[in-house]
């Protein structure tokens, strides 16, 4: 996942740049504020103290307000180059300050930082606000998007000054100044209220926690993971016992292996009830109003449903297209999975007589008909996925494919004592950037895998290139005492997607500060990855026996691929069910006035989802849609269309071509952002992608 923040839309436009103007004590001293003298200049992030935030966040705003008065006041005639690029530059500072704090927020937050950020969200929302519905800005704007057609631009200068505009458009700059009062209302209630959404799905998942005291109830758990639960009780002060956690690491490995089937179902309920408990941190009202806001925002543009709203600048563009790549899938993928849950059943009929399966069986009869049927269990696989050996691993696929190289720093500031820091080299040996690998859980760290960045990628200008300084954070399964973090399979995959984000990042060669990448297109660089972590030729390249040192045997490869399909009508029909629920959120056409518990059971009865599977994401912690992703978790199938097409022709020319590595850097990851994503596609491709390849390649055709 890439990280959006609430603040994504000045990010974007590069609208960033505040400074604490009537407090020149605290800008001497306040390190978001003075020039970084680190190595690469990285944040020098143990200096910075969470009290230094609101003033850095305040002078940036001003510095940046004081750049587009000098815009307006500027008398010549407006041009590319005095107000849009002008634009583009105007809030470096801020961008600065904020990719600091919202990294800081995600990765290494506490309630401090969480009510700093209750503090900034009305500010920043205003400040947003008050640029976007500036009427003299967008006149210039304007102006020079009317003559865009007679001034030589360059593909790059054309598509700034498109998105610059519709952004302005999209943001209320055509309004009535009633609907603009109204719209800056809306989107002070609609960032707090997300943010506090977000805030409850922490809490939530920390508070939480299966405590067994009876090392009975660890029957059929792996020693690992019985280690690391203990790990997990000692840091809670409650040693002798062995605590399992919703955090996923801990989760799944017991949803897959134990035997105790109460404990399962305590274990999954206390994970599909976060933000739903009637409690201090319940989610189910937030919902409903971040839903009704969207709504009434859309419709003060004049649109029926916000989907119709938001899809417009995106690959998709309305809400029918979505559905119907949504549906395609989805009558594929159904009576796969309705067959996997047959099959259970069966299982668990001549285990457990009358007992009917339900969600919280499902990861352990699959464990058990994949050891039956492919012969491969998860801990056969795991000695093998060492988790420095699978980082090493997609290294060296970047390197094969780019010539790039990864070397290890270490006397530099990081994000968290825990992050690994990484200078990513041209085959030249020059400078490309900063890398940052967060990887396992903590209390400070929001769940799930995203990557992020410090400092993005831009010319300034006086021809200065700006390197990227990138980060990706996970949460994966810990090392033990005597074991190292041995990761699951879909871990390594992640590891593998969340690195294709960060490269995304560190090719980057736009001119200007802000990229504009719809997000139906921003995971096709991650999601591509995942496709070499399985490849055989890659496969002994990482996958050594952490004990021996021996590479995995052609034999479990063999099982591997053989299992390829195996649960795919789970994992699609789980990833689908979150999608509709998404989609069905942001299509109403009317005020939502039932809870959002039932219109969610509404929508899944609506496309037949069987009980046995429940929704990847749920709705009182559905995150991706309040950071980012709203009306928009269809992303990633829509994404995998454009991957899975595109890998094949990797497969055609082989998967360490130079010449198509080549066109995909030069077309798709160093331009991103630059130019519509759909001409990016059809110049690395040839040809507009097409969803055989993705139906193939998850045996649903």
């Known amino acids: ?73 500027n008398s010549e005639q407006p041009t590319f180059d005095n107000t849009v690029a002008a634009l583009a530059y105007s809030g470096q500072l801020l961008d600065k300050v904020s990719a600091v704090f919202y990294g800081q927020l995600g990765a290494n937050t506490n309630d401090t930082l969480q009510q700093v950020a209750n503090e900034l969200s009305p500010k920043l929302s205003q400040h947003s606000d008050a640029i976007t519905m500036n009427p003299k800005l967008f006149k210039r704007i304007q102006q020079v998007y009317n003559q865009k057609e007679k001034l030589n631009l360059t593909p790059e200068q054309d598509y700034l000054l498109e998105q610059t505009y519709l952004s302005f458009v999209r943001n209320g700059a055509n309004l009535s100044e009633k609907n603009q009062q109204t719209l800056q209302k809306i989107n002070k209630e609609l960032s707090l209220a997300t943010l506090k959404y977000d805030q409850n799905v922490l809490k939530e998942t920390n508070d939480f926690k299966l405590v067994i005291d009876d090392r009975k109830f660890l029957s059929g758990l792996p020693a690992s993971v019985v280690e690391e639960a203990a790990q997990t009780a000692k840091a809670a002060g409650l040693e002798g016992s062995w605590v399992f956690t919703t955090q996923k690491p801990s989760m799944i490995p017991f949803l897959q292996f134990a035997d105790n089937r109460s404990l399962r179902q305590e274990l999954y309920s206390a994970y599909l009830n976060r933000g739903n408990n009637n409690n201090q941190y319940d989610n189910k009202n937030l919902l409903n109003k971040i839903v009704n806001l969207r709504l009434q925002k859309a419709k003060l543009f004049g649109f029926d449903t916000y989907a119709d709203y938001r899809l417009q ?8 297209n979505v559905y119907k790549l949504l549906d395609q899938v989805w009558d594929a993928a159904l009576p796969v999975a309705k067959s996997e849950a047959a099959e259970m059943q069966q299982m668990m009929d001549k285990e457990k007589g009358s007992l009917k399966l339900s969600s919280w069986d499902w990861w352990y009869y699959a464990e058990k008909i994949r050891k039956q049927k492919y012969d491969l269990d998860e801990k056969e696989l795991s000695p093998y996925f060492k988790l420095e050996n699978v980082r090493d691993g997609a290294f060296m696929v970047y390197h094969k494919l780019y010539g790039i190289t990864f070397t290890p720093i270490k006397d530099i500031p990081k994000p968290h004592p825990d992050a690994l820091a990484f200078e990513v080299k041209e085959a030249d040996g020059s400078h490309l950037g900063v890398l940052f690998m967060d990887f396992h859980p903590r209390a400070s760290k929001q769940g799930g895998a995203w990557q992020g960045e410090y400092q993005s990628h831009y010319v300034t200008p006086e021809g200065k290139n700006v390197s990227p300084i990138v980060t990706v954070v996970y949460n994966f399964t810990k090392p033990g005492k005597k074991t190292p973090a041995l990761l699951n399979f879909d871990e390594v995959e992640t590891l593998f997607h969340e690195l294709g984000h960060a490269m995304d990042a560190l090719f980057a060669k736009n001119t200007y500060p802000g990229n504009h990448i719809p997000s139906d297109f921003v995971e096709l660089p991650s999601q591509i990855m995942e496709h070499w972590a399985t490849e055989p030729e890659v496969l002994k390249m990482y996958a050594k026996n952490y004990l021996t040192g021996e590479p995995i045997p052609d034999k479990l490869i063999e099982k591997i691929h053989n299992s390829k399909f195996f649960n795919q009508g789970f994992i699609n029909v789980e990833y689908l069910a979150a999608s509709y629920l998404d989609m069905d959120y942001h299509t109403i056409k009317a005020p939502l006035k039932i809870s959002v518990t039932d219109f969610e059971k509404e929508a899944m009865d609506k496309i037949g989802l069987i009980p046995e599977i429940e929704p990847r994401y749920r709705s009182t912690y559905f995150t991706h849609i309040t950071g980012g992703y709203d009306a928009g978790y269809y992303s990633y199938l829509w994404a995998a269309v454009l991957d899975n097409d595109a890998f094949a022709y990797f497969k055609e020319t082989g998967i360490f071509n130079k010449e198509t590595a080549s066109k995909f850097r030069k077309n798709i990851l160093e331009i991103d952002g ?15 992608a097409v969803v055989e390849p993705l139906l193939k390649n998850r045996g649903l055709k």
Do not use: H
Request: hydrophobic content about 45%; overall charge positive; proline content about 6%.
């Open 1 to 73: 996942m890439k990280k959006i923040t609430v603040f994504a839309f000045i990010v974007a436009l590069a609208l960033s740049g505040i400074n604490c103007v009537n407090n020149k004590t605290k800008s001497m001293i306040n390190p978001l504020l003075q020039k970084w003298d680190t190595p690469f200049q990285v944040p020098p992030f143990g200096k910075i103290k969470a009290a230094d935030y609101v003033p850095a966040f305040e002078q940036a705003m001003a510095e940046q307000n004081k750049n587009i008065e000098a815009i307006l006041a």
């Open 313 to 320: 600048n995106r690959m998709a563009k309305n809400a029918e």
């Open 674 to 688: 630059t130019q519509d994503p759909a001409i990016l596609y059809r110049n690395f491709r040839g040809r507009d």
